[in-house]
């Protein structure tokens, strides 16, 4: 069975500029969370999106956004791009909300 | 006060010894209680869940929540290579609401 797969495994972008990151969660898992992994600490929640509506949103700036679509695949946004938002950036999915919850790989995110 | 302190290592530990990994935390709401192991430049891996006190045993890994001490543990008996990676605790306080998450704690077993 695939796990949680996430698109693009790297990027690499300058201050100001815009990110669309993916994700696609374990089929049949209909929440998908998003975390921010910064180099020497733990995951940081971002948003928990569960049957297409967000369900949580942790301590981030206006700058951060994210949708879920019908087939419950994922996207995070940021906009204006600081050189503090370099890190790894996971997903990880459940089966509802409340559930145990499983990381894909992440997209490393480097600003410039 | 940090919620959830762990401390970073590294830690350093012979094959085959007993590994003892601890979190402790603040906010006595907290009822779930997770491990999850992370290999470089890979996303955690969920090794232990576990709801209020006491203890849960899977193959090699124990894991143990003392809520009264607010002190959470995971031991590894029989360590191998293999088990090299970070450690990272984590909890919640509702089945649904979000995970927070220790530093972890970067483990070596020397072969």
Redesign the interface.
């Known amino acids: 069975d695939a796990g949680?797969t996430q698109s693009p495994t790297h990027l690499i972008k300058t201050r100001g500029q815009h990110v669309t990151l993916r994700c696609s969660p374990i089929s049949g898992h209909k929440s998908v969370?998003w975390?921010q992994q910064v180099l020497?600490?733990?995951?940081?929640?971002i948003f928990?999106y569960y049957e297409k509506e967000e369900?949580?949103r942790?301590n981030f700036p206006d700058r951060f956004s994210a949708r879920q679509f019908p087939n419950y695949s994922s996207e995070l946004n940021v906009n204006a791009l600081l050189l503090g938002d370099s890190a790894l950036y996971?997903c990880?999915s459940s089966l509802v909300?409340?559930?145990?919850?499983?990381?894909?790989?992440?997209t490393?995110l480097t600003v410039l | 006060q940090k919620e959830?302190e762990?401390d970073?290592g590294p830690l350093s530990v012979p094959e085959g010894a007993i590994v003892s990994l601890n979190c402790t935390y603040s906010n006595s709401a907290f009822q779930y209680f997770?491990w999850?192991r992370q290999y470089s430049?890979?996303?955690?891996?969920?090794l232990m869940?576990t709801y209020s006190s006491g203890n849960k045993e899977d193959g090699r890994f124990t894991a143990q929540v003392d809520k009264s001490s607010k002190y959470i543990s995971l031991f590894i008996r029989d360590s191998q290579p293999s088990d090299s990676a970070t450690y990272?605790c984590?909890m919640r306080m509702?089945?649904?609401?979000?995970?927070?998450?220790?530093?972890?704690t970067r483990l070596h077993i020397l072969p």
């Open positions: 949680v969370s975390y020497g600490q733990g995951p940081q929640f928990q369900r949580g942790g996971l990880a909300a409340s559930n145990e919850q499983f990381f894909g790989p992440g490393r | 959830v762990q970073p997770m999850y430049r890979k996303g955690p891996e969920l869940y990272l984590a509702n089945r649904d609401d979000k995970i927070i998450f220790g530093k972890g």
